[in-house]
Nanobody
Framework: VQLQAFGGGLAQIGGFLRLSCVAS????????MGWFRRAPGKEREFVSA????????YYADSVKGRFAISRDNAKNTVDLQMNSLKPQDTAVYYC????????????????WGKGTLVTVSS
């Protein structure tokens, strides 16, 4: 099982980045997918999640209206489009897979990627 996230980097305040996560080693269609992040000195927090079908995505209040999650089951990928970036979005972003569901709780997820660093600065 492997989840590989990429697309992180340095962005300006108000800018955008698109993160992608490629999954392998499990049947992607059976899993809900989530994005989480861990900012320096803080605990890991939920960002966004989407069910196996791609319907009913949901978001943390802190990113609602700025971030958009999407998945492509044919390519085994889940993306996170991040717009209007703020310094508080600086964190390591992780994608994760949960069998059957797509919850807000990281403890519910079965597989995790290694993360990609996003830095938002002026």
């Amino acid at each position: 099982v492997q989840l590989q996230a990429f697309g992180g980097g340095l962005a300006q305040i108000g800018g955008f980045l698109r993160l992608s996560c490629v999954a392998s080693g499990f049947f992607f269609d059976d899993y809900g997918m989530g994005w989480f992040r861990r900012a320096p000195g803080k605990e890991r927090e939920f960002v966004s999640a989407v069910t196996w079908s791609g319907g009913s995505p949901y978001y943390a209040d802190s990113v609602k209206g700025r971030f958009a999650i999407s998945r492509d089951n044919a390519k085994n990928t889940v993306d996170l489009q991040m717009n209007s970036l703020k310094p508080q979005d600086t964190a390591v972003y992780y994608c994760a897979a949960q069998k059957g569901l797509a919850s807000r709780s990281p403890q519910d997820y079965d597989h995790w990627g290694k993360g990609t660093l996003v830095t938002v600065s002026s």
